[in-house]
Each structure stands twice: as C-alpha cells, then as structure tokens.
C-alpha cells in the first residue's frame, strides 16, 4: 500500500508569517499534485509536477518535488487569511488511482 | 453552472437502510469518480468508470454499487447501511484516466451521508 504521510497534521499561524507543509513516501510516484480544500467542498487542484526536482510557483506558494520523486514540499510566503484550508497532496502513477495523503489542517489567524 | 454536482448534499438516515446519491457532469469528461473522506479527512478512491465501463474497484463492500447510465452522470447505492458508512462521498471526474499533468480531476462538493 502507497501512503503519503503529511506533516504537520495541524498547523495554525499568524498572518503574514511564512510556513511549509510536506508530503513524504516510501514509494516512487509519476507525478505528484497537491489540493486545498475548504469546509463544505470538495479538494481544488493547487498544482501538479511531474520532474523530480521540479520547483513550481503559484503566486505566494512554491511547490517542489523531490529529487526521487518520493517527497514534495509546499511553502506559503505571508499566509493570508484566504489560504486557511486543507491542504491534500496525491501521487499519481500513470493510468493507475491518485493516492492522497494524510492532509495538513492549516488555519491563518488574522 | 457547476462542473460536477451531485444531490444530495446532505443524508440522515437509520442503519439498514438503502440510499443513493446521484452525480452528474457537464465537462465532456470521460472519466468519472467516486471518493470517501472519513472523518480525519482522509480520502480514498472506490470507484472509477471511464465512458460507462468500470476501471477501478477499490476494497469496498459489496453494499456499495455504482451505476453509470451514461459517461456524464455516475451514481452510487448503499444498501443495508451501516454506522461506518457515515463520511463525505466525492463524486469527480476528469478528460480520461491516469494521473499525469493536464488531466485535472475536478471533485463535486460532496454528500454528508449520516447514518443513525
């Protein structure tokens, strides 16, 4: 069984700090994408990478995959209020099922 | 319009019961999903069709049937629920299988399902 472990599980800052949640495994994924959800929806695609090493930027949020492709990392530069959230990342192997990982509970105090 | 809907939202029923919940997408998509999250909110594939036919089964009770009318819509029956069935039920869908970049799996807003 592939399983993505998530770290931290629950992360709660002040707005304007910066902070950084990963994504780790045992296994080798294809490609790698991270979601945020919010409180009564469903996960939003954030990003997804596909090269080990691959650094990706979304505005404020940087997203890179490791070198192995085993691991990923999601930096917020000065949260917001706006980026409170669930934050899911999944690992994809080709035409096979997305597994998601354990998630990571992020609430931005004003 | 919304890409992925699904009816209902929410669900309180008692235990033994049978309840479904529907799904529809408006993308041309060939692909379609059905995901549980638990209430860590954990998320796990059960099902995928892609145009109508069946790809992925993941270890889910036989309880659990979905059926797909057709590639845009892909609903799910519970018979005789049970207390552990009570989570969020996902339907999704995207252009066609696998996993790769540029194939976004666009997720419903969910169906609270609670079972008393």
């Known amino acids: 069984t592939q399983l993505l472990e998530q770290s931290p599980q629950f992360l709660s800052i002040q707005e304007g700090e910066n902070l950084t949640v990963y994504c780790n495994s045992s296994s080798v994924f294809s490609s790698l994408q991270w979601y945020r959800q919010e409180p009564g929806e469903g996960p939003v695609l954030l990003v997804t990478?596909?090269?080990?090493?691959e650094v990706k930027k979304l505005k404020r949020l940087t997203f890179q995959f490791g070198d192995a492709r085993k691991d990923s990392s999601l930096h917020i530069t000065a949260a917001q209020t706006g980026d409170t959230g669930l934050y899911l990342c999944a690992g994809g192997h080709g035409n096979e099922k997305l597994t998601f990982g354990t998630g990571t509970r992020l609430t931005i105090i004003p | 319009d919304t890409a992925v809907s699904q009816t209902p939202k929410y669900l309180v029923t008692q235990m033994g019961n049978d309840k479904s919940i529907k799904c529809e997408q408006n993308?041309?998509?060939?692909?379609m999903y059905w995901y549980k999250q638990d209430s860590k909110k954990f998320l796990k594939i059960m099902f995928s069709?892609?145009?109508?036919?069946?790809?992925i089964n993941e270890t889910v009770p036989n309880r659990f049937s979905p059926k797909s009318p057709d590639k845009a819509h892909l609903n799910l029956h519970i018979n005789s629920l049970e207390l552990g069935d009570s989570a969020v039920y996902f339907c999704?869908?995207?252009?066609?299988?696998?996993?790769?970049?540029?194939?976004?799996?666009?997720f419903g807003e969910g169906s609270w399902l609670t079972v008393v």
């Open positions: 990478v596909v090269t080990g090493g």
């Open positions: 069709y892609n145009n109508k036919e069946l790809i």
């Open positions: 993308l041309g998509h060939d692909t």
């Open positions: 999704a869908s995207s252009r066609r299988q696998g996993t790769g970049s540029g194939n976004t799996i666009y």
